[in-house]
């Protein structure tokens, strides 16, 4: 999908994080694939942000495994989410120019990586708090700031510093409580008398936009200001990328996280009121399922999400009330997992989620062109997309009730 920045060379799903300092050693010599001979390897713990953002796995090209295979990207995705450190993803670039990718290798990872992964997933579990400095374990840090209406860019971003692509961010910024301005210095809030602005989705879903971030002095995003969009920009902004609610210990590029203009996959067609892309999956009980089984029957309910995505947790319980309240009706609630089935399943052992849940979802995701996590999307019963909303905002639950009980009728 079209998106606001540049491409992530991981995707959330991805073990590896920029510039990690658990691990000094240089990356294995590059194996003797045909396709990457002419490469240069990459060390993948000190990736830098500007090869982060160059490089689109999910297009499924110049995608390897070590013995040479071709990967198509669902199953690159299945290496990449697998976390105990069993196999490595390697970047490769052009001797001409080592800051764009151009290739990604899978390969079992030595003992010595093993242990760097293992340290620097313990480091970055540790890593709980959004990049405005809150708590991402409170509740009281999913609550969005009442900026002053009257409120200018000139004035709030005086004693503020822009961020560049080059400073990186590592945890995940908490987009309720940044101040979003648009081209004229204007704030455009989130919410207005606690009901989601549409205009505040306009302008970060504004496939014409981009955005530069200002910090402060402990580099604690405070403030978004949006503008027209780079040609290089416009370029990468077809995959996932991390949202505001995305797991930012799990990225290896800087993270700015708003999506493009109303959600457009990469002919321009806008999802929401458009036909929903059928998909074919496997739930995490091994049954089949398809969107186009549901079609003239029932009206489906997306929630696509992954397992360490906090606001993901917190949504829940909500979530949950959903399908009781819709238990017997024409209602199907289905949960696009990123993880695989084993996270999936250890993570259910602590949470509950009565979601029936896809694992594995990332290929889905991108198809329906999810710009962060959560993402909310609701199809009726011809099969078209009636509702879309990205982020857990206060009394969503609310507005996903009212859509389906208006469909039922």
């Not at 071709?70 to 995705?77: A, I, N, R, V």
């Not at 809030?189 to 496939?207: D, Q």
């Not at 700015?256 to 321009?268: F, V």
Request: glycine share 6%; aromatic share 8%.
């Amino acid at each position: 999908m079209k998106k606001k920045i540049g491409i992530l060379l991981l995707l959330s799903a991805f073990v590896f994080e920029a510039n990690f300092k658990g691990y000094s050693q240089e990356t294995k010599p590059a194996l003797q694939v045909e396709a990457l001979k002419n490469l240069i390897a990459l060390d993948p713990f000190k990736v830098t942000n500007e090869q982060g953002q160059s490089f689109d796995p999910s297009k499924g090209q110049e995608l390897y495994f070590e013995d040479g295979t071709k990967l198509s990207f669902e199953k690159f995705t299945t290496y990449a989410q697998n976390r105990d450190g069993g196999y490595i993803l390697i970047p490769y670039v052009n001797p001409a120019n080592k800051n764009k990718v151009v290739a990604m290798l899978v390969r079992k990872a030595s003992a010595e990586e093993k242990e760097a992964l293992k340290a620097m997933m313990e480091a970055n579990a540790q890593a709980n708090t959004f990049t405005d400095g809150t708590d991402m374990n409170d509740p009281a840090s999913m609550e969005a700031i009442k900026f002053d209406p009257n409120l200018r860019a000139e004035d709030f971003l005086k004693d503020l510093k822009k961020l560049s692509k080059k400073d990186g961010m590592r945890t995940m910024v908490n987009i309720g409580r940044v101040a979003i301005f648009d081209e004229n210095g204007k704030l455009v809030p989130m919410e207005i008398e606690g009901k989601p602005n549409p205009e505040f989705n306009k302008i970060t879903r504004n496939n014409d936009l981009s955005s530069d971030y200002y910090v402060d002095e402990n580099n604690h995003i405070k403030a978004a200001v949006y503008r027209k969009a780079t040609l290089e920009e416009k370029r990468g902004r077809n995959m996932i990328t991390a949202g505001r609610s995305d797991n930012m210990d799990e990225t290896t590029a800087t993270a700015q996280l708003l999506s493009s203009s109303s959600i457009t996959d990469e002919k321009g067609v806008e999802l929401l009121g458009s036909k929903a892309k059928n998909f074919s999956a496997t739930d995490i009980d091994g049954k089949k399922v398809s969107l186009d089984e549901f079609k003239g029957k029932k009206v489906v309910v997306l929630n696509f999400w992954f397992t360490r995505c906090k606001p993901c947790v917190v949504e829940m319980p909500h979530l949950n009330t959903l399908v009781d309240d819709f238990k017997g009706k024409d209602v199907v609630f289905l949960a696009i997992g990123n993880d695989n089935v084993e996270m999936i399943n250890a993570f259910l052992k602590k949470n509950e989620f009565k979601y029936r849940i896809v694992p594995n979802g990332l290929g889905i995701a991108n198809q329906y062109n999810v710009a962060g996590f959560p993402t909310h999307v609701i199809i009726d019963k011809k099969g078209k997309v009636v509702f879309l909303e990205t982020s857990y905002v206060s009394g969503l639950e609310d507005r996903i009730k009212a859509q389906i009980e208006t469909l039922l009728k």
